[in-house]
């Protein structure tokens, strides 16, 4: 069975809070979060373990004005690897809530969200007559239907713009 620990910081009591932050109680710093992640990889600059240190001694401040919740891809692979049953990538959800409600997404977060939540999707501007003629000759319906219903769930979870703007 494994033991709980419990958070020594009101923030880390905050995001054990939000639904997907509860195992931020489980963390025991090992670092297998960081040996699997492809983004740590990639960058010498993005540490899962260390952002979750960060949130257990309560630098709030730090974390919610960081940009490195924003990076996690949500790949789970951390998650899969963890022995404690932690998920890094559900964390770093439950931090970017937060980050939102506070209106502190980073920029080119938000200029991709506000472009997602006008068009419905990024590419939109890429999408031509040609694509269209390349997905007909290949037996795909050329009229792509755009979700709106989770435009509209993104936009009611984290924007206080609302839905059906």
């Known amino acids: 069975m494994t033991e709980l620990h419990t958070p020594n910081s009101s923030f880390a009591e905050e995001i054990a809070k939000i639904p997907g932050g509860e195992a931020i109680n489980k963390c025991i ?3 297998i979060c960081t040996a699997s992640c492809v983004i740590s990889r990639a960058t010498d600059k993005y540490h899962p373990r260390k952002l979750i240190q960060k949130i257990l001694l309560g630098k709030r401040e730090e974390v919610l004005s960081s940009i490195q919740p924003w990076l996690c891809m949500t790949c789970r692979l951390c998650e899969e ?6 998920s890094p990538a559900e964390i770093f959800h439950a ?5 939102a ?6 920029t080119p977060f938000r200029k991709a969200i506000d472009t997602v939540l006008a068009d419905g999707w990024m590419l939109k501007d890429a999408y031509s007559d040609f694509i269209e003629d390349e997905r007909a000759d290949l037996g795909l319906n050329p009229h792509l239907s755009w979700d709106k219903a989770f435009v509209n769930r993104v936009k009611r979870r984290y924007f206080s713009q ?3 703007q």
């Open 81 to 86: 690897r963890c022995q404690e049953g932690v």
């Open 95 to 99: 931090v970017r809530e937060i980050a």
């Open 162 to 164: 609302g839905a059906d």
């Open 101 to 106: 409600r506070e209106g502190r997404v980073p």
């Open 29 to 31: 710093q090992c670092g």
